[in-house]
């Protein structure tokens, strides 16, 4: 009569040896995928272009900016700052038909 074979699905964990190693490759595939997500932000770079979108309306042929947005065009702080690192400020109007009320939603 033949001897039944032992289940050795579960079995090969059931050694303490195999499965520290099985952690220590788990640990080590962890550390490896959090070190290369943060050096894929290094990788590109700083961006050339930032666009920013803001409610606006037109006044007298030009697009005018209230709120937030108005004052940072006006005081011009934040293009300066970004233009000394190289990037490039947009500002991208949005009609205020399409920026409130339920055409947003």
Do not use: C, H
Request: no cysteine.
């Amino acid at each position: 009569m033949a001897s039944p074979t032992p289940d050795t699905s579960t079995s090969f964990l059931r050694s303490s040896k195999t499965l520290w190693i099985v952690v220590a490759v788990a640990a080590t595939l962890a550390a490896l995928f959090v070190w290369r997500s943060a050096r894929s932000g290094e990788a590109g770079g700083a961006p050339k272009v930032i666009n920013i979108a803001s409610i606006a309306a037109p006044y007298q042929g030009k697009q005018v900016y209230n709120g937030l947005t108005g004052v940072i065009i006006q005081q011009g702080w934040l293009k300066d700052e970004l233009t000394k690192r190289g990037i490039q400020l947009n500002f991208v109007p949005v009609p205020t038909a399409v920026g409130t009320g339920t055409k947003f939603n």
